[in-house]
Nanobody, 119 residues
Framework: QVQLVEIGGGLVQAGGSLRLSCVVPGRTFSGYGMGWFRQAPGKEREFLASINWSDDSAYYAGPVKGRFTISRDNAKNTVYLQMNSLKPEDTAVYLC????????????WGQGTQVTVSS
């Protein structure tokens, strides 16, 4: 398992953009991949996007495909989630996760960062 720290949440108007960062502090990440999830009040945790560490391939959930982009910066041990064309229904706590033991299974989670989109 690894420690993960999310940075970059906040309040934005509908149609605006935000970029979230997920940092692996103090070490070089060498797991299978990382992903972003979100959880809105009263709803289940929802998968958004993932990036494979071996080949940089990315996968997106339907509701965010074309609006959100996941990327990474190896030198900074950081994964980003660029969010464009935000909608009020994107309001949630956003969490990053890492797969380090079993490919495709997330075993490490950040504390989450709040994203609020106003109409």
């Amino acid at each position: 398992q690894v420690q993960l720290v999310e940075i970059g949440g906040g309040l934005v108007q509908a149609g605006g953009s935000l970029r979230l960062s997920c940092v692996v502090p103090g070490r070089t990440f060498s797991g299978y991949g990382m992903g972003w999830f979100r959880q809105a009040p009263g709803k289940e945790r929802e998968f958004l996007a993932s990036i494979n560490w071996s080949d940089d391939s990315a996968y997106y959930a339907g509701p965010v495909k074309g609006r959100f982009t996941i990327s990474r910066d190896n030198a900074k041990n950081t994964v980003y989630l660029q969010m464009n064309s935000l909608k009020p229904e994107d309001t949630a706590v956003y969490l990053c996760a890492a797969s380090t033991v079993v490919a495709g299974k997330y075993d490490s989670w950040g504390q989450g960062t709040q994203v609020t989109v106003s109409s």
